[in-house]
């Protein structure tokens, strides 16, 4: 929540200085209003100073004939003097005198021309036009209308206020400056500069490039924290995924390579048997039969081999189907075990069925329940050698029946006890010797991973160096 933090502070800062402006502005408003009034006075007082002079004469002269031409001239000298201008008026507002003009017959209208205050001044830049009463014995008898130079009135308070008001603006303005620079360094540095950064990153992922880590490292967790860790989590998944079908396209070409191998040797044995029978190299029927026993194992060599590349093709579409059904488990397991057990005595290992097998109702696709079997049991042929023994047992452990395929052989090595459920993972003897690829394509317990997890059981195992191996699984009752 950084970047919302930091965006609503500054909004609220900004919003502070905007309302100290209003304010100020609305305090200079109320200021100017009070000053008018005040300031009039000021300005009043300024004119009959500076024309006081003239008012004096004007007075004392009230009831004698301003058109005298000695009277004439002292006036007209006493408004050059004071650089004012001047015209005197009787109460009709008939013009008597007039500073820069000859005698007229000029009428001013009293109700317009005069003014005691300074609107009219001001609707003028130059001049103060402003009236004064002419007084003789309290009694008003006329009107001087007096213009003058504005340059005369001076305004201080107003152009203090002006410039106070002005400096004020002058600073929060700039306040408001400095803070928008920090606001847009901190977008900069914090929002502009890290998604550039995490655009060149999207780009070298959308080339193929998964490994360029992001260098993003924020104090808080932040909203572009938060979206580059997203980020990294994003890329090593990509990775891995990238990692994972590269590997998946090097073990498919072993599996090619390695069914390739696993069909051309049994289709060779059976096409040079059958020719030697066909040649009479056989000279009896026992020999005959021999043949046959040989072609018949190669034949369910190709047939193991083709089952498991169905499966493991069907599991790769998403169409792998186990179809279980309630049957009773002597019956079914009799039926898979006794063929098998021909298969390994005829390899010279001792293979031991189970006594006594409980007669208990189990929900089993049986054909893939063979083919677990058999996997298990090739497998652990893979491992003894002659004179060794397989021994199949089961048990009923609560709600499951547990099926055990255990063996005498060599055992599987450490190291190679974390992958043997893996796809095409093909372990190494414990003599040393490197599995041969005809030994299989390191389907198989994959296999029986995947069907004994689709019938709702678990598969496991336990091996030791040089005692042999225990495979085991189990298969819900029905």
Same mark, same amino acid.
């Given at each position: 929540?950084?970047?919302?933090k930091?965006l609503?502070?500054?909004?609220?800062?900004i919003n502070?200085?905007?309302?100290?402006?209003?304010?100020s502005?609305?305090?200079?408003y109320?200021?100017?209003?009070n000053?008018d009034?005040?300031?009039?006075?000021?300005?009043?007082?300024?004119s009959?100073?500076?024309?006081s002079?003239?008012?004096?004469?004007?007075?004392v002269?009230?009831?004698?004939?301003?058109?005298d031409?000695?009277k004439?001239?002292?006036?007209k000298?006493?408004?050059?003097?004071?650089?004012?201008?001047?015209?005197?008026?009787?109460?009709?507002?008939?013009v008597?005198?007039?500073?820069?003009?000859?005698?007229?017959?000029?009428?001013?209208?009293?109700?317009t021309?005069?003014?005691?205050d300074?609107?009219?001044?001001?609707?003028n830049?130059?001049?103060?036009r402003?009236?004064f009463?002419i007084?003789?014995?309290d009694?008003?008898?006329?009107?001087?209308?007096?213009?003058?130079p504005?340059?005369?009135?001076?305004?201080?308070?107003?152009?203090?206020?002006i410039?106070?008001?002005l400096?004020?603006?002058?600073?929060?303005?700039?306040?408001?400056g400095?803070i928008?620079?920090?606001?847009?360094r901190?977008?900069?540095n914090?929002?502009l500069?890290?998604?550039?950064?995490?655009k060149?990153?999207m780009?070298?992922?959308?080339?193929g490039d998964?490994?360029k880590?992001?260098?993003?490292a924020?104090?808080?967790?932040?909203?572009?924290?938060?979206l580059?860790?997203?980020?990294?989590?994003?890329?090593?998944e990509?990775h891995?995924?990238?990692?994972?079908?590269?590997q998946?396209?090097?073990d498919?070409?072993e599996?090619?390579s390695?069914?390739s191998?696993d069909?051309?040797?049994?289709i060779?044995?059976?096409k040079?048997?059958a %020719?030697?029978i066909? *040649?009479?190299?056989?000279?009896?029927?026992e020999?005959?039969?021999?043949?046959?026993g040989?072609m018949?194992?190669?034949?369910?060599?190709?047939?193991?081999i083709s089952?498991?590349?169905?499966?493991?093709?069907? !599991?790769?579409?998403?169409?792998?189907?186990v179809k279980p059904?309630?049957q009773?488990?002597k019956?079914?397991?009799?039926?898979?075990?006794k063929?098998?057990?021909?298969?390994v005595?005829k390899e010279g290992i001792?293979?031991?069925?189970p006594?006594?097998?409980?007669?208990?109702?189990?929900?089993?696709d049986?054909i893939?329940?063979?083919q677990?079997?058999?996997?298990?049991?090739?497998?652990?042929l893979?491992?003894? !050698?002659?004179?060794?023994a397989?021994?199949?047992?089961t048990e009923?452990?609560?709600?499951f029946?547990?099926?055990i395929i255990?063996?005498?052989?060599?055992?599987?090595?450490?190291?190679?006890?974390?992958f043997i459920?893996?796809?095409y993972f093909?372990?190494?003897?414990?003599?040393?010797?490197?599995?041969d690829?005809?030994?299989?394509?390191g389907?198989?317990?994959s296999? *029986?991973?995947?069907?004994? %997890?689709?019938?709702?059981?678990?598969?496991?195992?336990?091996?030791?160096?040089?005692?042999?191996t225990?495979?085991?699984?189990?298969?819900?009752?029905?």
């Open positions: 929540m950084y970047l919302y930091m609503r502070n500054a909004f609220y800062v502070f200085c905007l309302i100290i402006i209003l304010i502005g609305f305090i200079y109320l200021k100017a209003i000053y009034s005040k300031n009039d006075q000021y300005v009043i007082n300024q009959r100073l500076r024309t002079t003239i008012m004096t004469y004007l007075e002269n009230a009831d004698s004939d301003y058109f031409k000695t004439t001239d002292r006036l000298e006493l408004c050059n003097s004071q650089e004012v201008e001047l015209i005197a008026t009787d109460l009709t507002g008939k008597l005198f007039k500073s820069n003009s000859e005698r007229t017959e000029e009428t001013l209208d009293l109700r021309e005069l003014h005691y300074l609107y009219t001044a001001r609707l830049q130059d001049m103060f402003i009236a009463p007084i003789q014995a009694t008003q008898v006329g009107n001087a209308v007096f213009m003058i504005s340059k005369y009135i001076t305004e201080i308070n107003k152009k203090n206020s410039v106070q008001y400096f004020l603006f002058v600073f929060v303005c700039l306040g408001m400095i928008l620079g920090m606001l847009y901190q977008i900069k914090r929002l500069v890290p998604v550039t950064d995490l060149s990153h780009e070298a992922i959308v080339k998964y490994d880590k992001s260098n993003y924020a104090g808080d967790m932040d909203e572009v924290g938060a580059y860790s997203l980020y990294e989590q994003m890329r090593l990509l891995t995924t990238a990692v994972a079908r590269k998946q396209d090097i498919h070409k599996l090619i390695n069914i191998h069909l051309r040797t049994p060779s044995v059976l040079t048997y %020719e030697g066909r *040649c009479g190299i056989c000279e009896d029927m020999s005959v039969m021999d043949y046959m040989i018949e194992t190669h034949i369910d060599n190709l047939t193991r089952n498991d590349l169905l499966f493991h093709m069907m !599991k790769e579409l998403g169409q792998l189907t059904y309630e009773y488990s019956s079914v397991l009799e039926n898979i075990i063929p098998i057990a021909h298969y005595e001792e293979f031991i069925e006594q006594d097998i409980p007669d208990v109702l189990i929900s089993v049986t893939r329940l063979e677990v079997i058999a996997n298990l049991i090739s497998n652990a893979k491992h003894t !050698k002659e004179g060794d397989i021994k199949v047992r009923i452990e609560e709600a029946m547990k099926v255990e063996d005498t052989g060599e055992g599987i090595l450490v190291k190679d006890m974390p459920f893996n796809r093909q372990g190494e003897h414990i003599s040393g010797r490197q599995k690829s005809s030994e299989g394509s389907l198989g317990l296999i *029986c991973q995947n069907i004994i %997890e689709a019938h709702g059981g678990n598969i496991g195992f336990r091996s030791k160096k040089g005692e042999g225990v495979f085991y699984f189990t298969i819900p009752l029905a």
